[in-house]
């Protein structure tokens, strides 16, 4: 089953990660090494957030590759998935 994450921009970190967290790439280039606060990341693509910290959990094989095929996340509250008639999870509620 796919899962829809949709409203991405509404995610908030608690205590001082937006400042604090980084997420560290490189281009593949000697001194290539570039980092973002989460912050930064929140601003120009709030769905990469969500998908990094979801990719970090799972586990790091071709299942893991696999099952995260099956997520999709989106800015705002449209999505193209209706065809498939997902359920809506509220994460409110499992509090």
Sequence with gaps: DNV?????????LTGNKLD???YIRHTGYPGGQ?????KVMQQKNPA?????AIKGMLPKNKLGAELFRNLNVYVGS???????TPKTVNLNDLK
């Design 20 to 22: 604090d967290k980084t």
């Design 48 to 52: 990469l957030l969500v998908e990094k």
């Design 4 to 12: 829809i994450v949709i409203n991405a921009e509404k995610i908030n």
């Design 34 to 38: 570039r980092t973002l606060t989460a």
């Design 78 to 84: 449209e999505h193209k998935h209706g065809a498939q």
